[in-house]
């Protein structure tokens, strides 16, 4: 028996990876966020598979799902959004799984950072503007953050940044940055992306609250920050296919 933790992607059934569509078609049971994962991502489980959303539950019931199916010898499909390492919460399921005996695998999924780059039809490491990403998120009600992470501290490199659980908290987002990046540095929202009803706000660190403010939402947003997101064709062209620089996968040609 096996518990597979699978990376559902952002919400888009199209984006489950096709290992990710096999082991949720194959397993009888299925154990799905459904707060972040919609029906259809899990729709492909098998017709008599005991299917749960796991939204209402606490950890302690989510493993007692598993327990009940490790001792009928089930395998258990644990599907999360985006990727199960990033904010995924399985850490925690994990050292339960471990401290019982029971075998886990994790399936990667399209991480909502990716998806959102993809929404807004751009690239998030420009030559000579951006050349990191930084994954972070605001604390808020949840978990705090660990001394260091900080905004202040992750503006001072000037990459571009994917701002987790901070749509309540574009106020502060606006005061920590604005000092690093300026009040004009591109910002855009993706509400729900991946979703039918997904949403793309696009502005500054200056006005992109009001913006927010006026579509009013509050909840499952990703907020990136960064030059790179400009519309501006000022930047150089990579070096990756530039005639002059040759590599070993495309050596000087000889005349």
């Known amino acids: 028996m096996t518990v597979f933790f699978i990376g559902a ?10 290992k990710a569509a096999r082991l949720i078609g194959e397993c009888p049971v299925c154990l799905y966020a459904g707060s972040l994962v919609p029906e259809a991502v899990v729709a492909c489980a098998p017709d008599d598979a005991h299917v749960m959303d796991t939204a209402p539950m606490t950890l302690d019931e989510t493993h007692a799902e598993i327990l009940a199916a490790h001792a009928k010898g089930l395998n258990v499909a644990r599907v999360h959004s985006g990727d199960p390492s990033l904010y995924g919460a399985i850490a925690e399921q994990i050292r339960r799984l471990k401290a019982d005996g029971i075998d886990y695998q994790i399936v ?39 001394e260091g992470e ?3 501290n992750f503006a001072r490199t000037g990459a571009t940044l994917a701002i987790h659980l901070g749509i ?18 591109p910002v855009a929202v993706v509400y729900r992306v991946g979703w039918p009803d997904q949403l793309i706000i696009r502005g500054t660190l200056m006005n992109v609250r009001e913006k927010v403010r006026a579509a009013k939402i509050t909840r499952t947003a990703l907020i990136m920050v960064g030059p790179a997101l400009s519309d501006s064709n000022g930047f150089p062209d990579s070096a990756l296919y530039d005639a002059a620089k ?3 996968l495309r050596p000087v040609r000889k005349a």
């Open 168 to 185: 309540r908290a574009l106020r502060e987002i606006e005061r920590q940055l604005a000092p690093y990046y300026g009040e004009d540095c």
């Open 9 to 18: 992607g952002p919400g888009d059934p199209e984006l489950l990876t096709l």
């Open 246 to 248: 040759p590599h070993v």
């Open 108 to 146: 990667p999924g399209v991480p909502a950072y990716a998806a959102a780059a993809a929404a807004l039809g751009t690239e998030l490491t420009v030559p000579e503007v951006a050349q990191s990403i930084i994954l972070t998120r605001m604390s808020m009600k949840s978990t705090g953050m660990p």
């Open 150 to 152: 900080t905004l202040e």
